[in-house]
């Protein structure tokens, strides 16, 4: 059967390191926040107008990948991969050229906020594109360690966006970031988003995508197939996400910010730390993606669900008050819990909905609740913290999620192929 053969290893590298790009592109805002807040935006707490508008941009996530995933459902994995990096591409390009709010007064933010939603709708097709690309083109007995690449050189791109962030508030002085220095690491971004644009153009196509095409079973509306056929399977998706997404979001990308308002860590330790935190993720997903080839998708989201609903709260009070070298143990088992959910729950999610209608069913379940408890989590962490007073309410969020989707997995079908 044709779907049984796997990809040459070129296209499934250039699919899961050109991942890199886009995910260096989308995440450098929330590394730049503080910059970007008193660049871009007046008021009395910036800083939380500048998260919000990571979270709108989360929301245009699932807008993009429905149309994304309609379009690759109907015409190939490969299209979609390419038209969601050429979009990024120019999305990134005129953020490094926009004028701040000195220059232009509000419409500067109303400017920024824009691109970040048109970087939000061509993300929202990139992932759930790379998960089917990779999952549909690995050997059955290899599904999860390949496609937690998607989670993992996601993560790479995250790491490239803290080391440059990182490097860029550490050589330019602060007049000079301000003035053009902010500017540079995005126009980077730009530069190797078109470059990834060229080496995706050689990629082949996913051979269960060519299966399902020359066996005449592709559907014309993707979308209303799969909500017809397939509502358990995105249900489940989705709830998955949503601990992953969590996880992620507060326990990596928003610890720096929480630290940093807290007055523990500048912003340049900050983003070293998130460096560590990164490379924590890089070294745990592909374990966790092989550990649930060897033992099944299901008991390693049980284990990792109940480990999530009671490692966070103790993790942030211990962050309170924690030594230099408690905080970074501290990141590193947060990110390392974050990035072993992202590994299994990006190929459980996959699994559960077939070919025809993957990218569409991954869309309603797993990239919705990203945009819900991924872009909103960071400013809903803020907002709790100020207005409560407690540090640990980062870490009970994490916990509440937790508790709600471990009956979910309990009751998973392991989607694991049978030897």
């Avoid at 759930?128 to 937690?148: C, D, F, K, Q």
Wanted: glycine share 10%; net charge positive.
């Amino acid at each position: 059967m044709t779907a049984s053969i796997p990809l040459d290893r070129r296209s499934l590298a250039l699919a899961a390191v050109s991942t890199v790009v886009e995910w260096y592109d989308f995440t450098l805002f929330l590394y730049f926040s503080t910059i970007i807040a008193r660049l871009f935006f007046t008021g009395e707490n910036v800083l939380l107008t500048a998260l919000a508008g990571f979270a709108v941009a989360y929301l245009m996530r699932p807008i993009g990948a429905m149309v994304f995933g309609h379009f690759g459902d109907r015409h190939g994995r490969r299209a979609t991969l390419l038209a969601s990096m050429a979009l990024m591409s120019v999305a990134m390009a005129l953020i490094a050229m926009l004028p701040t709010v000195a220059q232009i007064g509000p419409v500067a933010g109303v400017l920024l906020l824009l691109l970040r939603c048109v970087m939000g709708f061509a993300v929202g097709g990139e992932y759930t594109g790379v998960v089917a690309y990779l999952l549909e083109g690995a050997a059955p007995h290899r599904r999860g360690l390949i496609t937690s690449m998607a989670a993992a050189t996601s993560e790479v791109g995250g790491l490239l966006a803290a080391g440059v962030s990182a490097l860029t508030v550490s050589l330019i002085p602060a007049p000079a970031l301000d003035s053009w220095g902010w500017r540079l690491p995005f126009l980077f971004g730009a530069i190797l988003a078109g470059a990834v644009f060229i080496a995706r153009a050689s990629m082949r196509e996913s051979p269960e995508f060519e299966s399902s095409r020359a066996a005449g079973t592709l559907v014309r509306k993707p979308l209303r197939h799969a909500l017809a056929r397939y509502r358990a399977g995105i249900a489940r998706g989705f709830a998955i996400s949503a601990l992953g997404s969590i996880t992620y979001y507060i326990g990596i990308t928003y610890l720096p910010i929480h630290l940093v308002s807290a007055g523990r860590l500048t912003e340049a330790q900050a983003l070293q730390l998130a460096t560590v935190a990164a490379v924590a993720v890089i070294v745990a997903t592909p374990f966790v993606g092989l550990l649930s080839d060897r033992v099944g998708r299901r008991p390693v989201l049980i284990g990792l669900a109940i480990l999530a609903a009671i490692l966070p709260i103790l993790l942030f009070r211990m962050l309170t008050g924690a030594a230099p070298l408690s905080v970074i143990l501290g990141a590193v088992l947060l990110a390392a819990l974050a990035g072993g959910v992202s590994a299994v729950g990006a190929v459980a999610t996959a699994e559960l909905i077939p070919a025809e209608g993957r990218l569409s069913g991954l869309a309603l379940g797993a990239t919705s609740a990203t945009a819900l408890f991924g872009g909103l989590t960071p400013w809903l962490a803020q907002l709790l913290t100020d207005r409560s007073g407690s540090t640990i309410a980062p870490g009970i969020m994490i916990a509440l999620v937790s508790v709600a989707v471990l009956p979910i997995v309990f009751a998973l079908p392991e989607t694991r192929p049978r030897s």
